[in-house]
């Protein structure tokens, strides 16, 4: 039992270039979400869905694009990388009331 | 914004308990509050969730004011793995489900 998987660990972009995020859950979850955390700050929430084919804005969207095509995958784009996009990506998933399961995080470097 | 307030940091000494506190004024009925923590740079931890009454589980104790405006995580027994970023957030399925974290409580232990 895998829970959140995230792929990659860790990424070096030059300015410009674009990439996917994959996160992939075996809990059979509905919810899943995609955060940012910069240094020394708390999580902000980027996009989530609520189930398969469905996607929502968070906090903090802009530049980012989600699709949801399979439920146990959440994908996170980012079509022209910014160096403001430097930071930690969390994907975590969960059922209606129950606790969040949290991946381990993309390390993502934009130079 | 995230719908909840807390103290940046506290310190507690190994082998007592630790209260964190935790201000949603704003919180409906219909929320839950969830504690999480965030040890180093790792995904996210879940620790306990409540929707009025007291609870406790093996990791922690949840205690919420009669009016739910706020609350109180306590650890019985804090050991130096207790340092952590606490993070209170208030979650419902009835606004979308999504996860909004603040800024959260760095707590220290200390021998």
């Known amino acids: 039992n895998a829970g959140v998987t995230q792929t990659p660990k860790f990424r070096v972009l030059k300015t410009g270039q674009s990439m996917t995020l994959l996160c992939a859950q075996d809990m059979n979850h509905e919810y899943m979400y995609w955060y940012r955390q910069d240094p020394g700050m708390g999580l902000r929430l980027i996009h989530y869905?609520?189930?398969?084919?469905?996607?929502a804005k968070g906090e903090v969207p802009d530049g980012y694009n989600v699709s949801r095509l399979k439920k146990q995958n959440f994908l996170l784009g980012l079509e022209s990388a910014a160096p403001s996009q430097t930071s930690v990506y969390f994907c975590a998933s969960s059922y209606e009331y129950t606790e969040a399961f949290f991946g381990q995080g993309t390390r993502l470097t934009v130079v | 914004d995230a719908k909840t307030t807390q103290p940046p940091s506290m310190d507690c000494a190994e082998g007592r308990a630790a209260n964190l506190p935790c201000n949603h004024s704003?919180?409906?009925?219909?929320?839950?509050v969830y504690w999480y923590r965030q040890i180093h740079s790792q995904g996210p931890q879940y620790i306990i969730h409540g929707l009025k009454n007291n609870e406790t589980n093996e990791m922690a104790s949840l205690i919420i004011t009669e009016d739910r405006k706020s609350s109180t995580l306590i650890l019985p027994h804090a050991t130096l793995r207790d340092t952590a970023v606490y993070y209170c957030?208030?979650?419902?399925?009835?606004?979308?489900?999504?996860?909004?974290f603040g800024a959260g409580t760095r707590l220290t232990v200390k021998p």
């Open positions: 704003t919180i409906s009925g219909n929320e839950y």
């Open positions: 869905s609520v189930g398969e084919g469905t996607t």
């Open positions: 957030i208030v979650r419902s399925p009835y606004n979308n489900n999504d996860m909004r």
